[in-house]
T-cell receptor, first 114, second 112 residues
Framework: SQKIEQNSEALNIQEGKTATLTCNYTNYSPAYLQWYRQDPGRGPVFLLLIRENEKEKRKERLKVTFDTTLKQSLFHITASQPADSATYLCALVRATDSWGKFQFGAGTQVVVTP | EAQVTQNPRYLITVTGKKLTVTCSQNMNHEYMSWYRQDPGLGLRQIYYSMNVEVTDKGDVPEGYKVSRKEKRNFPLILESPSPNQTSLYFC???????????FGDGTRLSIL
């Protein structure tokens, strides 16, 4: 089955810097790759979606890239703020016969210090 | 307000006592799903439903049952709970099976 790896160590970053998170996967290439934010005690909240035929998507200070050759997605938070401190999850869904079957990474915790 | 509502939020129970966690969404979404979240393992999908009366297994369906008799509700049933089902559970919904999901706030189950 698909294996998804995200950095298990927390990413500590200074306010104003760019945080870069990785999501690596094995086996099949997902049709869709999504990024979510999760705060302690809360459910994940959707941030960005990128399709297999897209290289990059942006939303305000967030950017996600998708490299199907490397089997990797990078998630960037530019001009980071303390309010960006949270755990970030990547999620993959396969195409065609597996619509609806999601697999999530374990998440990377980001801590932004003033 | 668009939301996914789970009940109860917290439950402590004993092995073997059947329980149901309810999930309801008010966004008229076709797709709903259940996950469990354990430290270091991330979110693992239990069951999902593409539409009314259509349910499929996720990666960890053993010990769970679901039903989808109406679009807005997707209850998770533990017929005979065991301690290894102690976890944080999330319900989610989306317009279809590949779009972003809206998550509930979770149900923390402790089975003694």
């Amino acid at each position: 089955s698909q294996k998804i790896e995200q950095n298990s160590e927390a990413l500590n970053i200074q306010e104003g810097k760019t945080a870069t998170l990785t999501c690596n996967y094995t086996n099949y290439s997902p049709a869709y790759l999504q990024w979510y934010r999760q705060d302690p005690g809360r459910g994940p909240v959707f941030l960005l979606l990128i399709r297999e035929n897209e290289k990059e998507k942006r939303k305000e200070r967030l950017k996600v890239t998708f490299d199907t050759t490397l089997k990797q997605s990078l998630f960037h938070i530019t001009a980071s703020q303390p309010a960006d401190s949270a755990t970030y999850l990547c999620a993959l869904v396969r195409a065609t016969d597996s619509w609806g079957k999601f697999q999530f990474g374990a998440g990377t915790q980001v801590v932004v210090t003033p | 307000e668009a939301q996914v509502t789970q009940n109860p939020r917290y439950l402590i129970t004993v092995t073997g006592k059947k329980l149901t966690v309810t999930c309801s969404q008010n966004m008229n979404h076709e797709y709903m799903s259940w996950y469990r979240q354990d430290p270091g393992l991330g979110l693992r999908q239990i069951y999902y439903s593409m539409n009314v009366e259509v349910t499929d297994k996720g990666d960890v369906p053993e010990g769970y049952k679901v039903s989808r008799k109406e679009k807005r509700n997707f209850p998770l049933i533990l017929e005979s709970p065991s301690p290894n089902q102690t976890s944080l559970y999330f319900c989610a919904s989306s317009p279809n099976g590949n779009q972003p999901q809206h998550f509930g706030d979770g149900t923390r189950l402790s089975i003694l």
